[in-house]
């Protein structure tokens, strides 16, 4: 139906953006590149010559590595197992009748929209402080002592806070994705003799898969890039330097621009991985 | 004046041919209705006439005149879609006088054609709705309203019922048949029903495949249907066809007979069999009989007091003079 | 048809998530009451925290302390800039990719949204010495066309899916009913554009508003909107609870207003359509 016309008029209307995300994606991608061949230190004498792989062995054989990879798996794994099986509870007891719907809708969702940096102190000084914190006021009253909590159990704290923010997030996406479940498949299993673990399992679990896998591969890339929630709370101290934050150490505060870039080019080599999944569930979606 | 003649129209979408070329004309003031089953090209054929598609060979000619070239709105046809494409921002009346205000009408004319269009199709009180508040059958009257102040040289239908209920439909069906009547102007419509097809047209056209399998009226396509498909395509319950041995002793390859024109006896006639499902509608029975002569149950219409007992043995009689014959390339032998 | 259930059955549901909803709500609720009280009186246990006198001395004492609508200010230009912004490259090419498809579409989208995949650490020093070469570290300008270029992906792909949705068929009727190109485009499309526009404004103001990355790390005190203001009462400050939580309340309070206004869009711009 389309003109030759049409087409070139096309091309012209989406060359602004494609231009724009094409630099913003290859321009700073180049450097980083670049930079990760160089021993660059802009504060010891800048750029000191091309090193060839050095920075990638010194990145993965210095000794701040394995426990950031360890700490970034744990905090993924730790915030998409609490965030998916709440979300899909939450989901399912979300969607079924009640008084007052849209106004517990509301109250789960609000975290969400608090920015990063208020819901990491709130949570640091308000909660988990453990002279002042709401934790500690509770834990005296009951005659325990008050809770390190952030240097005692500083990851587990972490995904405590980051679980907080991403549930309403998966359980919204559940919640719609439970709504779109015909509500006769559901009566069809009961008359066919399924009880409700079995409508569970082999009904709504099946039909919630797709979005969970959404939920799983959005929160990924997101978590994998969690900055600012360990930025105000531990500094990446106690364990909690993930590999996120080990690489802005490197680059902006040890000013190891080359050491810190090899890192940088293990970051975007994972996230891509994780992307090329989501890739496939979302352009499988385009087909439709 | 409404004559739209198509010559050797054809359409491709890239190497697929949808419509081989083909030729028909539409008089002025006829009610045309392309008929066929789904995909066979009617609605390409309709937005050929229409415009919304570029012909791929041959012409289309508007009261003479060629408009093959001529962008849709200045073709002087309306369309009724089957979505209805009202638009959902405006109110019923706006929607109505969307083509005349695009005409460039006075504000006061405007308001007068909308208000008499209203007025034909029952829709005044609904005026200041918008579509998303009105049922479907009032959504297809504003659509129908839309085409008909325009005053246009031809309405085109797409499928215009299809979205409707059978009750709603039946209704919508008189309706537009009243609007034909009283505007005289020529109409194409679009469907895949023949019954639609068979009740409301002066002229049918039945395709298949993007080719003509028929044109003619609804009792002709009836009577003397020009081949198989016409024979089995047009007719509510179909057409009876037997092929094989029974089919050549009339000298045929394919023997067709209507189920009214099947007599049915318990003790005597051409075919025996046994009675299966039968329907009753109350005027009429309609038996599903089991013969030697086909292997397909054969679809007798009888009178709605004949009752028989499932499994029953009956005798069935066609009569010769409405005894369908078609050759080996399904063509009808005179 | 849904079925009807007991009333016993629906009280509990009731109860049971009207609990759960305040467990989550509740540290918001917190931070609002502590921003009530006197500095003194925010550390003291829950119980006597609520026995308090209430004051709003907390709001004053905020912007007192620190130019705080400068901040504030800060925010409401980067958010609302970048995604005007980014409307106005991204409407043009979601409305080609939705009106004009061709094979290629499909990949553009998807390579569109693989830009939004780059981690932020991967290219942090490329970008901070651009800017500090650029003299555009610590504006607010610099930031805006960071920020719309990593919203960019999510702008054209929600403007996508709402143009599509757009049926065909009525572009056709208006072209039916005599409407030149601008015609269809000033009286049907836009129209019935707007609130999908609507929505992508709303949901990438409150992500501009949230980011938490590139506004710690490319802005100092001249630029620094309210995610990078308030990470400054990381340090010892942060022992005043009740400025900070009058500061948390403001900058929070805009943006979970236009949230709860948003739902529905969230969903959609952030799973890319995959879930609707």
Known sequence: MATQHSRSAARLMMAPAVTLLLGWMLVPLTMTLYFSFKQYLPMRGGDLGWVGFDNYVRFVSSSAFWPSVQATLVLVGGVLVITVVLGVALALLLDQPMWGQGVVRVLVIAPFFVMPTVSALLWKNMFLDPVNGFFAHILKAVGLAPIEFLSQYSLVSIILIVSWQWLPFATLILLTATQSLDSEQLEAAEMDGARWPSRFIFIILPHLSRAITVVILIQTIFLLGIFAEIFVTTQGSFGTRTLTYLIFQRVLESQNVGLGSAGGVYAIILANIVAIFLMRVVGKNLDA | ?334 | MARAITPRRKALNTAIAWAIGLVIFFPILWVFVLSLKTEGSAILPPLDVLRAPWTFESYGLVQERSNYFRHFSNSVIIAVGSTFLGLLVAVPAAWAMAFVPSKRTKNILLWMLSTKMLPAVGVLYPIYLLFIRMGLLDSRLGLTIVLMLINLPIIVWMLYTYFREIPGEILEAARMDGASLREEVLYVLTPMAIPGMASTVLLNIILAWNEAFWTLNLTAAQAAPLTAFIASYSSPEGLFYAKLSAASVMAIAPILIMGWFSQKQLVRGLTFGAVK
């Open chain 2, 1 to 334: 004046m409404g004559q739209i003649q198509l010559n050797k129209v054809s359409k491709s979408f890239g190497n697929v041919e949808v419509i081989p070329p083909l030729d028909l004309t539409i008089e002025d003031g006829e009610f045309v209705v392309f008929v066929g089953p789904s995909g066979c090209g009617k609605s390409t054929l309709l937005r050929l006439i229409a415009g919304l598609e570029d012909v791929s060979g041959g012409h289309v000619l508007i009261d003479g005149r060629d408009a093959t070239e001529t962008v849709p709105a200045k073709r002087g046809l309306a369309m009724v879609f089957q979505s209805y494409a009202l638009y959902p921002h405006m109110s019923v009346r706006k929607n109505i006088a969307f083509p005349l205000r695009m005409a460039g009408l006075d504000k006061a004319e405007q308001a007068r054609k909308v208000e008499q269009a209203a007025e034909v199709l029952n829709l005044t009180d609904y005026l200041d709705r918008r579509p998303g508040q009105l049922s479907g059958g009032q959504r297809q009257r504003v659509a129908i309203g839309r085409a008909i102040v325009r005053e246009p040289e031809a309405f085109l239908f797409d499928e215009p019922l299809s979205n409707l209920d059978a009750a709603l439909r039946v209704g919508m069906r008189l309706e537009i048949s009243e609007l034909h009547k009283r505007l005289k102007t020529t109409m194409i419509y679009v469907t895949h029903d023949q019954v639609e097809a068979m009740t409301m047209a002066d002229k049918i056209v039945v395709l298949q495949a993007g080719f003509i399998e028929q044109v003619g009226s609804p009792l002709e396509l009836y009577q003397r249907p020009r081949n198989v498909f016409v024979a089995g395509f047009i007719g509510s319950p179909k057409m009876n066809l037997i092929s094989g041995a029974e089919a050549a002793k009339h000298d045929a390859t394919t023997i067709g007979i209507r189920p009214e024109h099947i007599g049915i006896s318990q003790t005597e006639g051409t075919w025996k069999g046994t009675v299966g499902v039968s329907e009753h509608l109350g005027s009429d029975t309609f038996f599903h009989v089991q013969c030697n002569a086909s292997p397909e149950p054969i679809t007798v219409r009888a009178t709605g007091e004949l009752s028989l007992q499932y499994g029953a043995e009956v005798w069935l009689t066609p009569r010769q003079e409405h005894l369908h014959r078609f050759d080996e390339n399904g063509l009808r032998i005179e």
